[in-house]
Nanobody, 123 residues
Framework: QVQLVESGGGSVQAGGSLRLSCAAS????????IGWFRQAPGKEREFVAA????????YNADSVKGRFAISRDNAKDTVFLQMNSLKPEDTAVYYC????????????????WGQGTQVTVSS
């Protein structure tokens, strides 16, 4: 089992940057692919990005391609989400989770969700 804690959220103006961290505890962190999802008020949770256990492959939602980058440091049990060129529509609570199912894009394929970190982008 793994426990995940997100940090790094905050308030920024459009065009700004933030770096989110997803810190894990548990001896099996390196065995999991990790995904980032976000949920805005009144909307469903949506896929943002994911990274394989080794870090050799990444997956990104079309809405964030070219702006967001996911990476991981297994030695530090941490996954990062670098967010650049932020837009007001990126405003949401951002969650990380460990992939236990088949799909990289479906939140139902993930477990061990963190508590989330708020990202607010003003125009």
């Amino acid at each position: 089992q793994v426990q995940l804690v997100e940090s790094g959220g905050g308030s920024v103006q459009a065009g700004g940057s933030l770096r989110l961290s997803c810190a894990a505890s548990g001896r099996t962190f390196g065995a999991y692919a990790i995904g980032w999802f976000r949920q805005a008020p009144g909307k469903e949770r949506e896929f943002v990005a994911a990274i394989t256990w080794s870090g050799s492959s990444t997956y990104n939602a079309d809405s964030v391609k070219g702006r967001f980058a996911i990476s991981r440091d297994n030695a530090k049990d941490t996954v990062f989400l670098q967010m650049n060129s932020l837009k007001p529509e990126d405003t949401a609570v951002y969650y990380c989770a460990a992939k236990i199912g088949y799909s990289y894009y479906d939140p139902n394929a993930y477990a061990y969700w963190g508590q989330g970190t708020q990202v607010t982008v003003s125009s």
